[in-house]
């Protein structure tokens, strides 16, 4: 039933070739659309980005806003208020296509280059084309107009779309019976179909009886006009010129022999309309296949018409989920699992995700496709590029309002994969806490502390200090914090608080192994202050750290060790044992106990 | 994306569409008309109508009238550029530009750029700020920069708006809000405050215009945070707004007990404290003269007090969402008198001309 493997490459094709987003097919596969009898078969494929982008993103934007709020529409309503709803959907849709073909015909006139000019102008006729479907398509099957309204819907529908005026029908209204005709007008309300009906069919025999009465032989204008009137189709052809296409034609022969027509009928008057016009001269083009397939009420040919020959999944998608909405379409499944509303919905989305900008419009179509959307969006949002920290937040925020914790954690390492790179350490935490992303922040911490071996202070001290709960990201983090604030205590000479803090770095594990030598080097100068400092047992912990790292080294470790290290122990051990010594003094002696 | 950014002057909007990498972005001037012309039935006169437009080199990030003519800008590269916009003829042209204002480690590295995040003005000064932790002071026509403080910060700053004419203040990604005297040549902060608990990027700042020492501050959770400057390190009030990043926050400018925020969740909330007529003392509103020089004390007193005050109970502060079916992000606001502007993701530009009717 539906396209078909070709289709689906081609869609395929589409979504990899980059560079050829979807505003630019548009344009490039449309002339399928509008394909002249005599023209050649071979197009010009061109990147022709201007004429498309502008206008057409207007078209993707305000559709969408009409989507969502589809979607979101309550179904509660049922019956004749539903109904209106659909319709003024519809309406929007339609009005939407319009004000873009309003853009682009002032683009054109505006147009100095005539090749340019031409393009534009070809732009608005393909708009046309699809209003023109849409438009027929409300009427068949969102409105499902009944036998009466369908008439004067299809007749405002050519009046739109047609620019020459039925001169026929002004004729009418001037001619000699004014009030007859103006009750042939009024199929209001208030009047029942058979009621109309009968009423008709005492104006047309009086119509026939004029004619046969010869009452206009006198002028051969008037009588073929009341021909017209008849019904008369040798006589409507006649006035072939004047009306521009088959369905102009099938809708005047409609107005004057089958004004009552029911939807059902308009298939056997539509065939043969379009055979009596086109007369064998011309084949049907391809918006004639698609109206066809509209009158005669097969959707998925309509659909599936549309989609060969826009290849805009724009159209089909948004006219398709209307359908849906109007419960018109069996949930026929395709061969690849999702149904047809949502095959194309997400076609048209990953067609937007291939567009730069349009990318944010995609997610929320990929919202309303309940069994493929999900993957989808997740396939898509990891390739978006992340060229400011900006848009990053914006991926990131659509990730977490969806639980895409994966997508989260992935793009939030990247940036502070980024950010490291660059030496922005704060930055690169600021990823980190965002993803809670704890092995991060130990790389990071692991930076600082590295930075600080080397230089002997601190870099970025505006961000170490200011970490708050953060520091309890991870381990190393919250080392990094105690560190500095040892440092800082030290800074203020409040020995006794930082001595306190640094022994415990040590005795409660925060510190690295790796780091030990480091802190007790920086105990160094709080054992050679003048005032004791660490307590006795303070200072028994000390050694017993001491102990526990150069016992800890193999003695190949030792022999490697060069003179400053070895250095720096003994410097430890002896230090270490003159504080020892000189506070058990103090706390033995009555004042410092 | 969408429209990033709008920026008013006293009869044009400047909008860019600040999509995406290579192709088409742009800033575009459009007319809304005589500010105070309004129609018979107070309806605004017809859409704003593009007036004209010029193609950008990467994002727009952020964006400022200078003058009546000249708008500052701000590039995802970058790059810092002054357009002028030529009324005789309606066109714009690139007037000025400082190439790579912002960078990372290599500057002349191909993809070198920082993105510069935020951009003030003051008339002919101009400080921006960037993804490198850097703030720039340059002036208009200068061709270097006045003064570059290289690593202000190590983290992102997102945003920055003058405090008085020689102090400015910034707000970064790792919640902190700092104020930097550009007078003293030392390179440090001559302040720093910081949120309590997380440490929540802040993304946009703003100062009251009467009382400068009354700042207002959006966060990435949306929070509004208002800020005695005073006193204290952190926040005076912590207010609950939006479900995602506020992008920005303004106070209006001749109106100030009135305050607007827009966010990524798609909503733009326009917050209230003007004290109601119910709430003045009876007294009060016997007419004469003695009343209006009460009443515009009372107004003063009180809205002191309403953006400083702890007590949300006792605030009658009224919020209004202004956006009825939102769907995408508002990117930015403005405003100017009764005039509001924002744009959206989805590349809309929406103008409000009555905002106090």
């Known amino acids: 039933m539906f396209p078909c493997p070709v289709l689906f490459l081609y869609s395929r094709f589409i979504r990899n070739t980059m560079y050829l987003d979807l505003a630019e097919h548009l344009g490039l596969i449309f002339h399928l659309l509008l394909k002249k009898p005599d023209s050649s078969c071979v197009f010009v494929v061109r990147k022709d980005q201007d004429i498309y982008i502008q206008t057409l993103r207007k078209l993707f934007n305000e559709s969408h806003g009409i989507f969502i709020g589809l979607q979101r529409s309550e179904e509660e309503f049922a019956g004749k208020s539903r109904k209106t709803q659909l319709v003024q959907v519809s309406k929007n849709y339609r009005s939407v296509i319009r004000a873009c073909m309003e853009d682009m015909h002032q683009a054109a006139v505006s147009a100095r280059d005539p090749a340019l000019h031409s393009q534009y102008s070809t732009q608005v006729s393909i708009l046309s084309a699809m209003e023109l479907i849409w438009n027929l398509c409300e009427i068949l099957f969102v409105e499902a107009a009944v036998a009466g309204p369908l008439l004067l819907r299809l007749l405002d529908w050519v009046r739109l779309h047609v620019c020459d005026v039925d001169n026929m029908v002004r004729e009418v209204l001037s001619s000699e019976n004014p009030s007859k005709h103006e009750l042939f007008w009024n199929l209001g309300n208030t009047q029942t179909l058979t009621e109309m009906e009968l009423k008709w069919q005492h104006w047309h025999e009086e119509c026939q009886r004029y004619l046969q009465d010869g009452t206009f032989a006198s002028n051969s204008h008037m009588e073929s006009i009341c021909k017209i009137l008849l019904g008369d189709e040798n006589a409507i052809l006649e006035k072939k010129e004047l009306m521009t296409t088959w369905y102009h034609f099938l809708v005047t022969r409609l107005l004057y022999s089958h004004p009552t027509v029911k939807p059902m009928e308009l298939r056997f008057y539509a065939q043969s309309s379009m055979d009596l016009f086109l007369g064998g001269e011309s084949s049907p083009e391809p918006l004639d296949t698609i109206l066809m397939a509209a009158f005669e009420f097969e959707l998925h040919q309509v659909i599936k018409e549309c989609s060969i020959a826009l290849s805009n999944w724009w159209f089909v998608a948004h006219l398709t989920d209307l359908l849906d909405h109007c419960k018109l379409l069996q949930s026929h499944n395709l061969y690849f699992g999702s149904n047809m509303r949502e095959f194309l919905l997400l076609e048209y989305a990953s067609g937007l995700f291939s567009h730069y900008s349009l990318w944010q419009l995609g997610v929320d179509y990929f919202d309303h496709c309940p069994e493929y959307g999900r993957v989808y969006l997740e396939l898509h949002i990891e390739r978006i590029p992340l060229n400011t920290e900006q848009k990053a937040l914006k991926v990131l925020r659509i990730c977490e309002q969806r639980q895409m914790h994966e997508q989260v954690r992935s793009i939030c390492k990247i940036m502070a994969m980024k950010a490291l790179r660059n030496n922005r350490l704060g930055s690169a935490l600021s990823w980190s806490i965002r993803a809670k992303d704890a092995a991060f922040a130990t790389l990071i911490s692991d930076r600082f502390l590295k930075d600080y071996c080397e230089k002997g202070c601190f870099s970025d001290l505006d961000l170490i200090d200011n970490l708050g709960p953060s520091m309890l990201l991870s381990d190393r983090l919250t080392f990094l914090g105690k560190y500095r604030e040892f440092h800082r205590l030290y800074g203020e000479k409040r020995f006794s608080e930082a001595a306190k803090l640094l022994l415990m770095l040590m005795t409660a594990h925060i510190a690295p192994c790796s780091f030990w030598m480091t802190l007790l080097t920086d105990a160094l100068p709080l054992l050679e202050q003048k005032e004791v400092i660490f307590s006795a047992e303070q200072t028994y912990e000390l050694m017993r750290c001491l102990e526990d790292l150069t016992a800890g080294k193999s003695d190949k470790q030792k022999f490697q060790d060069d003179d400053v290290e070895t250095m720096k122990v003994e410097m430890l051990r002896l230090a270490l044992a003159r504080n020892l010594a000189r506070v058990i003094v103090k706390e033995g002696t009555l004042e410092g106990s | ?357």
């Open chain 2, 1 to 357: 994306d969408g429209t990033s950014c709008v920026s008013v002057c006293a009869r044009c909007l400047a909008k860019s569409d600040g999509v995406i990498s290579i192709q088409d972005n742009r800033i575009s001037i459009w007319s809304v008309g005589d500010l105070g012309n309004v129609g018979l039935n107070g309806e605004y006169q017809g859409e704003p109508q593009l007036l004209c437009d010029i193609r950008h080199n990467g994002d727009v990030m952020d964006m400022q009238f200078l003058d009546q003519e000249r708008i500052v800008v701000a590039s995802s590269t970058g790059n810092v550029t002054i357009f002028r916009h030529h009324q005789n003829n309606q066109t714009l042209s690139a007037n000025q530009r400082w190439e790579k204002a912002h960078y990372h480690v290599d500057r002349d590295a191909s993809c070198g750029g920082a993105a510069c995040t935020g951009v003030i003005c003051s008339n002919p000064e101009i400080v921006t700020v960037g993804e490198d932790g850097r703030i720039n002071l340059f002036r208009a026509d200068q061709k270097d920069a006045v003064r570059t403080i290289d690593n202000a910060d190590s983290s992102t700053l997102h945003a920055v708006t003058f405090l008085r004419t020689t102090e400015i203040l910034t707000v970064n990604s790792i919640g902190q809000l700092k104020i930097w005297d550009l007078r003293q040549q030392r390179n440090e902060p001559s302040q720093i405050f910081s949120l309590t608990g997380d440490r929540v990027p802040l993304h946009c700042v703003d100062r009251h215009p009467n009382q400068q020492h009354i700042v207002a501050t959006g966060g990435q959770d949306g929070m509004l945070s208002i800020w005695d400057i005073r006193q204290g390190t952190m926040p005076v009030s912590l207010l609950n707004a939006h479900e995602a990043e506020m992008w920005e926050v303004h106070f209006h400018p001749s109106n100030p007990d009135h305050l607007f925020t827009c966010s990524e969740d798609g909503s733009l909330w326009h917050w209230d404290t003007s004290t109601s007529v119910s709430e003045k003392p009876s007294f009060l509103h016997q007419g004469g003269r003695s009343t209006t020089y009460f009443s515009h004390n009372t107004i003063n007193q009180s809205v002191v007090s309403a953006w400083l005050s702890n007590d949300p109970t006792k605030d009658r502060m009224e919020i209004t969402n202004l956006i009825p079916n939102q769907t995408l992000s508002v990117n930015s606001l403005d405003i100017l008198g009764p005039c509001l502007v924002y744009g959206t993701d989805a590349e809309a530009i929406y103008v409000n001309r009555h905002l106090f009717a």
